[in-house]
């Protein structure tokens, strides 16, 4: 890239600006490497072409991550389990790591990296880059760089927003940077269930004026929350969605009551979104802050009137949970909602809260006798206090088995609830 070609604030690189393969000069073969967050897509795909190998923790496999993976002499691990991801864990070419969010602070120290690489907004006025739409484990991994003095390679997009989270990384930490190139691996949101407005009449209920919400990765859990009519909630949370967004646009969220961070919503990851945009950009309205302050669990407990609300790919008539698995195929991470359920579990005023249509897309129940051989079980029977489906809530705090099969089974969609009967009766 040629001077005249680069924006303005490259200037401020020096000479640690150039194009991504100057940049890569930094990483030899045999380095172990890791990323960011946010992909550093532009990156990846060049050091994809280069005839070098290592090994790589890639946070997402999108775009760059499915570059390198055809680089035979990489070997690859993720911690963000994507539907990309799953042939590539299927063929070798790729390993998943299961870890709780709120660990990855512990785990990137443990790390054994040679050089980070990152995408990161441009700098601002005093020099410092944040981390855009998403925080995570970024910070505490580039501690772990600085600290050891290893490379920081980095590629700035002026797509990104600027956001705050108290740790945004200062330009002179960066051994080099190159303009990123297309778009930054992204949320692609599934259109909310057509059941979101009856599952909101199960829901509402659950949620006080003043309570403070937690709301997973899912459509129907985030389409639910902009229909919220309870006022003066709070906003404490591992993904700010557009739905959360709109409850404070509606001026439903407005933080007041909130235990910590009065007046402040707070996230570790903020979804691809305008009205998302418009909101972690606004001066002291929200923060993207990193992940082992965020989703720590005893930080979670100092929330009064806490409502953590998930989503589930199934539930079974014992109230465990799989939100990761379809048998033995990885699809999803845990994310932050094993971290959420333990804060919450710390709080006698919290409730622990499943939302999930009854139904999949092609007519299975989601609430099942039992989970397939190799599902993962994200939460257990003793992590969860009510299940809600469009046909109604399931209370499962303090209930017996025989109890909580009874009150699943009643929610369950009305063509399933026979056969859910048997296979219960059947199974003894």
């Known amino acids: 890239m040629s001077a005249a070609d680069a924006p303005g604030w490259a200037a401020a690189f020096g000479r640690r600006w150039g194009t991504p393969d100057q940049v890569l000069a930094h990483v030899e073969d045999g380095m172990d490497l890791a990323t960011g967050l946010i992909e550093p897509t532009t990156l990846l795909a060049a050091l994809s072409h280069r005839d070098i ?19 035979p002499r990489f070997r690859l691990r993720t ?32 790390v054994k990296a040679d050089c980070v690489m990152v995408r990161l907004a441009p700098p601002d006025a ?25 490379p920081i390679l980095a590629e700035i997009d002026p797509q990104l927003p600027r956001t705050r ?48 919400l937690q709301v997973g990765i899912g459509s129907a859990p985030d389409a ?30 407005t933080g007041r009551r909130k235990t910590v961070d009065r007046g402040l919503a707070v996230c570790t990851i903020a979804s691809v979104d305008p009205d998302v945009r418009e909101l972690v950009e606004a001066e002291g309205l929200a923060e993207v802050r990193a992940a082992g302050e965020v989703l720590h669990p005893q930080r979670i407990a ?41 804060g919450a579990a710390l709080r006698d005023d919290a409730q622990r809260i499943i939302v999930l249509a009854s139904e999949t897309s092609k007519g299975a129940s989601r609430i099942v006798s039992g989970h397939p051989p ?4 994200t939460a257990t029977r003793y992590d ?41 009766s059947e199974a003894g």
């Open 53 to 71: 190998g290592g090994s790589a923790l890639v946070a997402v496999m999108a775009l760059g991550g499915l570059a390198l993976s055809q680089n």
């Open 79 to 110: 911690g963000f389990a994507t539907i990309a991801s799953a042939p590539l864990v299927a063929a070798g070419r790729c390993e998943y790591l299961p870890l709780p969010f709120s660990e990855a602070r512990r785990h990137m120290a443990r």
């Open 126 to 150: 005093e020099g410092r880059c944040s981390y855009g739409w998403a925080a995570g484990f970024t910070p505490e991994l580039l501690d772990v760089a600085r600290e050891r003095d290893i």
């Open 165 to 212: 989270s108290g740790r945004e990384l200062p330009l002179a930490a960066i051994a080099g940077a190159c303009l990123a190139q297309g778009e930054a691996a992204s949320d692609s949101p599934a259109p909310p269930s057509p059941h979101v407005d009856a599952m909101v009449g199960h829901l509402a209920p659950l949620i006080p004026d003043g309570a403070t």
């Open 224 to 253: 639910a929350m902009e229909r919220l009519e309870a006022t003066d909630l709070g906003i404490h949370t591992e993904v700010l969605g557009p739905g959360l967004a709109r409850l404070v646009k509606r001026g439903r969220a």
């Open 302 to 342: 100092e929330h009064d009137t806490l409502r953590c609300i998930n989503s589930a790919l199934s539930v079974d008539l014992r109230g465990q949970v799989n939100a990761e698995s379809l048998g033995w195929r990885q699809t999803a991470g845990v994310g932050g909602q094993l971290d959420f359920f333990r």
């Open 374 to 377: 190799g599902s993962v079980i």
């Open 384 to 424: 969860v206090d009510v299940v809600v489906t469009e046909h109604g809530a399931a209370w499962l705090r303090d209930r017996t088995d025989e109890e909580r099969a009874r009150a699943l089974t009643a929610i369950a969609h009305p063509r399933h609830r026979e056969a859910l009967e048997r296979e219960r």
